[in-house]
């Protein structure tokens, strides 16, 4: 959750592409709709409302510094449609229903090649905090993660006083694993994370369940 969203300047390692993956994501993540936002890709014409939504104390507290214009969210499109164009990274827009501009963000990241393991995030504006919005959304990416990149385990980290964030992977049904202690340096000091994760079988399990008894529409 810290790394969110994730700056263009990381350099990262290339790895080769491996045949587990098929879908045509790279070039365009499907439109996934749930029951109250639809998660799309991103486009530069987002800038200025993730701007708007992402840069205020209440939501960048516990998170990487986001740009800090909406040029510098402009780069950070293009840099996140060209990690997905290499088959690293995806980058949802969230768009609430009745809505046409992004709230928010939901990331997903690779960790091990071919995306065995990968790292989640996710930033949402907070007039839209405790709407359903963030539930509905996660349902939809955790769903993407294990079906169409394969991913076998799905890690989260959030920092040990963001009670809300915690708050909300526990609710998803994420197991936390530890503390990593001083793992994550903001505005001057270093924090304490947790780190949470859900296993693919553990997760069909769960929305199994969920769907059965009609919880999720």
């Known amino acids: 959750m810290e790394k969110m969203p994730f700056q263009p300047d990381v350099q990262r390692v290339k790895t080769a592409p491996t ?41 960048s507290r516990f998170i990487s510094p986001p740009p ?7 780069r950070f499109i293009t840099w996140a449609r060209a990690e997905q164009a290499a088959g690293r990274y995806a980058c949802f827009a969230v768009v609430p229903h009745g809505m046409t ?33 963030f539930v509905d959304g996660a349902h939809l990416v955790i769903d993407f993660a294990m079906q169409t990149l394969g991913v076998r385990r799905l890690e989260a980290r959030a920092a040990v006083a963001n009670g809300r964030g915690n708050g909300a992977l526990r609710k998803l049904g994420a197991v936390q694993e530890g503390v ?30 969920l769907w059965g008894n009609g919880v999720i529409h």
């Not at 800090?68 to 402009?74: A, D, H, I, L, M």
């Open 68 to 74: 800090s214009t909406v040029e510098g969210f402009e």
């Open 180 to 209: 990593l202690r001083r793992s994550f340096f903001r505005n001057g000091q270093y924090l304490d994370q947790m780190l949470w994760s859900i296993l693919s079988e553990d997760w069909r399990e769960r929305a199994s369940a």
């Open 19 to 59: 045949a587990a993956i098929t879908s045509d994501w790279r070039m365009s993540l499907p439109v996934l709709a749930g029951s109250k936002v639809t998660l799309r890709d991103l486009d530069v014409s987002d800038a200025p409302s993730l701007f708007a939504m992402l840069t205020t104390d209440e939501v």
């Open 101 to 133: 501009a992004a709230i928010g963000l939901f990331q997903i990241r690779e960790l091990e090649p071919g995306f065995l393991s990968a790292e989640w995030g996710f930033a949402i504006g907070s007039e839209f905090w405790g709407t359903g919005v």
